[in-house]
């Protein structure tokens, strides 16, 4: 039986009903999301690499942080030591409502703080009496309170050993307006005249304590210490009197008042006060306390900001420089993971952006370490940088913002910079040679070469017309370019010595052919040598040559080892006798003699007593004036006119009346010399110590007396004798015969003592006091040249520049020794004996920290002859002519320089293990 289903209509069929198709996202979203988010897969793989390297990455943090943490350290340091106004304005009032100043007795006007003043009549009328705090109290009105100070009063005082200068300060530390200007340490306020309060550091340095006593130097009277005080705008060493302690009169003290007020000091106050020649200080109000991070620039001080920055910009060059090693071995360490990335898709770009996150990451890492480390130093040193830089209380606890924000971006491009040049070749690295471990040979490109030469010519003739224009923005400018085309020709320069290693021992060899191969490692630890190396020599070369210069054109006051003694008191002065006697006790004086000054008959007005240059001997044209430069080489040309810049028209002679005992210790004249001057004195003439004034036998001499107002000048030729050779200032010595006839008197003015040896510090400093008993006086000793001895700061410069080359030395060294792991394995598989290590590690430290000391110091002389030889050409045409720049070596410079390879290449041998490693493969 056949059973049929029903037959059903078909089902219609569902047709899926089109969607509308959204549109794609615009280009430039899509790109910077890809952007985004291939910088983010970058970080997160750079954070993991570092945690893998940890040495590695230690070693960069390390080398980024420091010079961080050193500037966040100054940066803070130099914020808090900047007061506010506010604070500056509190330092000065205490507890006060104001400070007077009464500076005239004619009507004042001052700005709001009292800082900048004037007389409004335009001329200053000092007060013709010492004001009194009554006085000053009672142009305040009923109410008021005052209480006088007084600062900078000078003071000798007594101490264990030799005497000592102090300040010394007049106030009443018993009335609350004074002592809010003090911090007191110990003991109570002076309250009587024989009473004083004395700083910590007067405490430590006089070696006193409470309750003992302290003289003044010339024993004319003693003080009791019975407090000790600190002022906080002064941490050295002061003495704080009792108001009855010092004489109102006879002292060149600044006075003011602190003032005391029942109300406000408001804006009439302030202009009564400004009527009556008072000066205001009062405090801000409340809205204007405020502190302004960034004040106003100076257009004064943009050049010193462009020196500064470029400094910083050597110094981040540095840290560039001796980071980029330990990123190129890192890279290479890394070279199947790039690869990988690159099968995986990576382009060029993403692969420097997976090296380039390496410097990110590190440099934002060593800039939060430095930051917090420099603050927190700067925080916790805050006592000992008050002591012993600042020798003042900062203000309140703080950090500058915006300098250690700018810090921290450094510090970012600085790890980014490092990584630069490895992520270019990170980027350009065969894949194949990547996934096998192989080594990309090294390229040395002839375009990097002629780049690198056309910088160091272009940064020399920058650095030669900076020099030329005295500018150093300019010279540092071109330091840096010459210094970065070097960079880029240490490359090539480390594949040519390569060569020359086939005929080297095996040690030396290896080590330059390690070198050679990688020398995006070698390259930059040459250059951070080289550039330290440089910027040192150059530097030095400069210093040397200018302090040369100035030795050459010193002019000694008399002779070396003579020693001048100028009175302070005339009406107090000693004998001969006397000070004959102490000199030969103190100094071991072979000779004195006593020098007289002249002076007109009048004693009123100015009165000039010098040589006068006869006609045939005046140069026709004056220093001072705008001359072209046909005038200017005719000058030069003149023999009236060779005279330097600081001696035209003869300069300042000294003058004075003598018999000839004291002719020989002022000038030094030889016997026969002094013999003939001296007959010639007896005999009522003049001696004078430059040839030209004499004509004749004669030698005009010039009165010149101002007198209320008139102007007397009169000309006299008298019998004259003219030294030679002599080693002194130049000096007028009248006769006593010759002064009377011009008209003159004299005075004893002080004494010129001859010694053998030119007495030191020490000697000085007990003559000095030897004659304080009989008032103050000018000692002077000759030491026959310039004040400045540079040698210790060329000694720093070199050092500085050693410590670099060998931390650059040793970096390298241990980054090398870590990379040819592998090689050393083979070596110790073929035989090698143990020592081989060490020595390639003394080679490999000797290539780094030779080749760089060579570099910088033919790099450095260079710069220094190019900047001194454009110098004197800039000045050669001048007239007055300038003394020119000597070319000098700085040998202090070189010869550390010269041993710091040796003791790179020591410390390299000492620090390396001798034993090979030995590893062995595992079936």
């Known amino acids: 039986m056949t059973i049929r289903r029903p037959t059903r209509a078909p089902a219609p069929v569902d047709t899926a009903t089109a969607r509308p198709v959204a549109p794609g996202a615009p280009v430039g979203r899509r790109r910077f999301a890809e952007l985004t988010g291939s910088w983010r897969a970058a970080l997160r793989i750079a954070r993991r690499e570092s945690r893998r390297a940890r040495r590695r990455t230690a070693l960069v943090l390390a080398m980024i942080a420091l010079p961080v943490a050193a500037l966040a350290f100054l940066a803070a340091s130099y914020d808090m030591a900047e007061l506010t106004p506010a604070e500056g304005i509190d330092r000065r009032l205490g507890v006060a409502d104001a400070e007077l100043r009464w500076i005239a007795d004619a009507p004042v006007r001052q700005d709001e703080e009292g800082g900048t003043w004037y007389v409004r009549n335009g001329e200053q009328q000092p007060p013709n009496a010492r004001a009194t705090s ?352 070097l960079v880029c020709c240490t490359p090539t320069l480390i594949g040519a010595l390569a060569r020359l290693g086939r005929m080297l021992p095996l040690a030396p060899r290896i080590a330059l052919r390690d070198a050679s191969r990688n ?100 140069c026709p044209w004056q220093p001072g004036v705008d001359l072209s430069a046909a005038q200017r080489r005719q000058a030069r040309a003149d023999p009236r006119c060779r005279i330097d810049a600081l001696g035209y028209d003869g300069g300042y002679v000294q003058t004075g009346v003598d018999d000839g005992t004291a002719l020989p210790l002022l000038t030094g004249a030889d016997p026969a010399t002094t013999a003939a001057a001296t007959a010639v004195l007896r005999a009522g003439g003049v001696v004078v110590t430059d040839p030209r004034y004499l004509h004749d036998g004669l030698v005009t001499v010039r009165v010149n007396q101002v007198d209320s107002g008139t102007d007397g000048s009169t000309t006299t030729d008298l019998p004259g004798y003219a030294l030679s050779g002599v080693v002194s200032q130049p000096q007028l010595l009248l006769s006593a015969s010759a002064a009377r006839h011009l008209g003159l008197t004299w005075s004893p003015a002080g004494w010129v003592i001859g010694t053998s040896t030119p007495p030191d510090r020490h000697q000085e400093q007990r003559f000095t006091s030897a004659l304080r008993p ?15 001895d540079i040698s210790p700061l060329l000694l720093l410069l070199a050092a500085a520049a050693g410590v670099i080359t060998v931390g650059a030395a040793g970096i390298a060294t241990a980054l090398a020794a870590a990379e040819g792991r592998a090689e050393l394995t083979t070596l110790a598989a073929v035989g090698a004996a143990p020592a081989v290590r060490r020595m390639l590690a003394i080679c490999q430290a000797g290539i780094i920290a030779g080749v760089g000391s060579v570099l910088g110091i033919v790099a450095g002389l260079g710069t220094a002859a190019i900047v001194l030889v454009s110098v004197n050409r800039e000045y050669a045409s001048d007239w007055p002519a300038s003394d020119p720049y000597p070319l000098l070596v700085p040998w202090p410079v070189l010869g550390v320089l010269v041993l710091v390879p040796v003791v790179a290449m020591l410390g390299a041998g000492l620090f390396t293990r001798a034993r090979l490693p030995i590893e062995r493969r595992l079936d």
């Open 774 to 788: 009989f008032g103050t006086f000018m000692v002077s000793v000759e030491y026959g040249g310039g004040p400045r």
């Open 134 to 485: 009554a006085q000053v109290g009672a142009l305040l009105g009923p109410g008021s309170r005052v209480t006088e100070v007084r600062t900078r009063i000078p003071l000798t005082l007594r101490g264990p050993r030799l005497d000592e200068d102090v300040e010394g300060r007049v106030l009443d530390l018993g009335d609350p307006l004074a002592r809010g200007l003090v911090r007191f340490r110990a003991g109570r306020a002076p309250r009587q005249p024989g009473e004083v309060a004395v700083s910590p550091a007067a405490l430590r340095r006089l070696d006193l304590r409470l309750g003992r006593a302290v003289a003044l130097a010339d024993g004319s009277r003693a003080y009791t210490v019975v407090g000790v005080v600190e002022f906080p705008d002064d941490l050295g060493m002061v003495v704080a009197l009792h108001p009855g302690a010092v004489p109102p009169t006879g002292s060149s003290s600044a006075t003011n008042w602190l003032a005391d007020v029942p109300g406000t000091v408001d804006a009439a106050l302030v202009s009564r006060l400004n009527e009556r020649g008072v000066v205001v200080t009062t405090r801000p109000p409340a809205d204007d306390r405020k502190r302004t991070w960034l004040g106003p620039v100076d257009p004064s001080g943009t050049g010193g900001l462009s020196t500064g920055v470029l400094i910083a910009g050597l110094g981040l060059l540095e840290v560039v420089l001796l980071v980029g090693p330990a990123f190129a071995v890192g890279i290479r360490r890394r070279r199947r993971d790039l690869a990988l990335v690159a099968v995986a898709g990576g382009d060029a770009g993403q692969l420097r952006r997976v090296v380039l996150a390496d410097g990110v990451v590190l440099g934002v890492l060593g800039a939060v370490a430095g930051l917090l480390v420099g603050v927190a130093a700067a925080f916790a040193g805050r006592p000992l940088v008050e002591q012993y830089v600042f020798h003042a209380r900062f203000g309140g606890y703080r950090c500058w913002p915006t300098a250690l924000v700018l810090l921290g971006g450094v510090a970012v491009l600085a790890g980014v910079l490092a990584a630069l040049a490895p992520a270019w070749t990170a980027a350009r690295q065969d894949v194949s040679a990547g996934l096998a471990g192989r080594r990309t040979p090294p390229v040395s490109r002839t375009r990097w070469l002629a780049f690198g030469l056309s910088l160091v010519v272009g940064g020399a003739g920058l650095a030669a017309f900076g020099a030329a224009r005295i500018s150093p923005a300019v010279i540092l400018t071109g330091l840096i370019l010459g210094e970065l085309g």
């Open 519 to 618: 020398r995006a490692a070698a390259a930059p630890a040459i250059c951070a040598v080289m550039a330290a190396v440089a910027s040192s020599v150059a530097l030095g070369g400069f210093l040397a040559s200018s302090d040369a210069r100035e030795s050459r054109s010193y002019r000694p006051l008399v002779p070396t080892g003579n020693v001048l003694v100028y009175a302070g008191e005339l009406a107090r002065l000693p004998t001969l006798a006397q000070v004959a006697t102490i000199a030969r006790e103190q100094l071991g004086a072979d000779a004195i003699a006593p020098i007289n000054s002249v002076s007109c008959a009048s004693r009123k007005g100015y009165c000039d007593v010098a040589p006068a240059l006869p006609p045939a001997q005046v």
